[in-house]
């Protein structure tokens, strides 16, 4: 209840400031009608019947038109498809019929290009829904696209020789991150109310705290799994707000058929158990693995504020990280990076019917494919037992502190192109591991379920986001405190500071 009557006020506050005139309980326009809205605001708008989803997609669709030029955020179009659908938006069931909402490029929809930012796919047409497609298509979402990726997901930033880059709609220099980069920027920039985004080594929250948004990776399990990178992966979204992420995850939380794992509990409900207070929590606050990385003034400065929020709050905070080697840590995990992404290349070019080479690949993407057949099957395994082993050390820290905070990238968001000139595969994702995203990785090896939270933005306002990682299955504590750390700080208002209109 103080959750919902924090937007309520927040939505009333800044219309009054911005003497946004209302008639008859409706506001002047559209623009007007949603601009402090999250995509559930935007829902209850629908539902009241102040707006229709023909109405609120059209809406969208401009705003596509208007500033995918600038961001290529949306590498490919689905408005045809999406107008017939939203026309007919009183028959839509489900809880978030008739929301806008666009798809990441690495997963399928029926009967559109899928190129998961490669040449190597250039044509390939998706003969079946991705099954996360399935669930949000049941929830009565309107699909307007697909989003930017780098090729197959497998970098930090989201510059794609083949697309394009996506670019930070905070500035046009910056990537938005990666591997969800242009789902983030699509989101930020107001392009979309939300939008899916996958997570393999953190790509949900490398963009969620490029673009200043709220990006949960859940649990492993909580969701269908993924047969490939050693079920590191998993599936959700980026969003504006709180509420929206676990509303979006209760769409789609359990198992697939016919998986040999269980699944974790599926009865939950993550958006009424965001509502509730979070009790008391232990922090354990790591802001560079015990000094094993380093990390920029900014990042330090955003740790910093979010003891003092979380102090605030009354929860009882100490400095203090979990014991592990990170350099060979980060060793292991390239290794199963790069076997199981040379899988992926050579698997996909058997679904495009193309071979993978020089001339359809990017040059890591083509070093993962060759490195990665080179990988012996006891490289690869005494990689893997010795990530379960640091899994094991990770997960037993939490049995004293129910939260870890660290920083999500190592400083600001790279620039546009700063990873083009990657050819060693091994030796540069290394690099890049250590010196600029050294954070994410471990909760899609421990399973943990992991967000980023947009706290802080640097003096030249620039988002950066804080990282928050709790137990297995625990993802309601999560939103609970995110939930708290919103109304105690919120940020809704910050992406009226974007302005695409005068670029």
């Known amino acids: 209840m103080i959750y919902e009557l924090f937007w309520t006020f927040l939505t009333i506050m800044y219309n009054v400031k911005k003497n946004v005139s209302i008639i008859g309980g409706m506001y002047m326009n559209i623009e007007n009608l949603i601009k402090y809205q999250d995509a559930l605001g935007q829902k209850s708008l629908v539902d009241q019947g102040h707006i229709s989803s023909l109405a609120l997609t059209d809406y969208y669709i401009q705003k596509i038109k208007q500033y995918n030029p600038m961001l290529n955020a949306v590498v490919h179009t689905m408005f045809d498809e999406a107008i017939a659908t939203a026309e007919n938006g009183d028959q839509l069931t489900g809880a978030l019929s008739g929301l806008p909402f666009l798809i990441k490029d690495l997963n399928q929809v029926k009967g559109h290009p899928a190129s998961s930012g490669s040449k190597l796919m250039e044509g390939y047409i998706a003969k079946e829904d991705d099954i996360y497609v399935e669930r949000y298509k049941n929830a009565g979402l309107v699909l307007l696209g697909k989003t930017n990726t780098p090729e197959f997901g497998f970098l930090p930033t989201t510059d794609p020789q083949y697309l394009g880059p996506a670019r930070n709609p905070w500035n046009l220099s910056l990537s938005a991150g990666g591997s969800s980069g242009g789902a983030a920027a699509a989101v930020a920039s107001g392009m979309i109310p939300f939008a899916h985004g996958s997570d393999g080594g953190g790509s949900i929250r490398i963009p ?38 676990a509303a979006l995850l209760d769409v789609v939380k359990g198992k697939g058929a016919y998986e040999g794992y269980p699944s974790l509990n599926e009865d ?82 058997l679904l495009a019917g193309t071979i993978p080479g020089e001339d359809n690949l990017e040059a890591v993407s083509y070093d993962v494919f060759r490195n990665g057949n080179s990988i012996t099957a006891l490289e690869y395994e005494e990689a893997r037992v010795r990530l379960q082993m640091t899994s094991k050390k990770a997960l037993a820290f939490h049995d004293t502190y129910d939260i870890l905070v660290t920083p999500v990238l190592n400083g600001l968001p790279a620039e546009v192109g700063a990873f083009d000139h990657q050819k060693n595969a091994i030796e540069d994702m290394f690099d890049t591991m250590v010196n600029y995203v050294s954070f994410t990785q471990l909760a899609n090896v421990t399973g943990q379920p ?46 009226e500071e974007i302005d695409l209109k005068n670029i």
């Open 208 to 245: 969620a705290s490029c673009c200043g948004l709220f990006g949960l990776k859940p649990s492993r399990g909580r969701g269908p799994y993924g047969i490939y990178m050693n079920d590191f992966a998993v599936s959700h979204a980026l969003t504006r707000s709180v509420r929206d992420s």
């Open 268 to 349: 939950i409900s993550f958006l009424n158990e965001m509502y509730k207070k979070p009790r008391t929590l232990k922090v354990a606050i790591a802001p560079d693995w015990n000094q094993q990385v380093s990390i920029s003034e900014e990042n330090r400065a955003a740790i910093e504020t979010t003891v003092t929020l979380l102090e605030e709050l009354g929860h009882d905070v100490s400095y203090e990280v979990p014991t592990f080697d990170f350099i060979q840590f980060a060793r292991d995990f390239i290794t199963i990076w790069i076997a199981s992404g040379s899988v992926i290349i050579k698997h996909m070019g």
């Open 450 to 495: 992991s967000m980023s939270v947009p706290l802080y933005w640097s003096e030249t306002n620039i988002p950066i986001g804080v990282q928050f990682s709790g137990r297995v299955g625990e993802e309601e504590t999560l939103f609970q405190l995110a939930a708290q750390l919103e109304g105690k700080k919120p940020w809704i208002h910050r992406y």
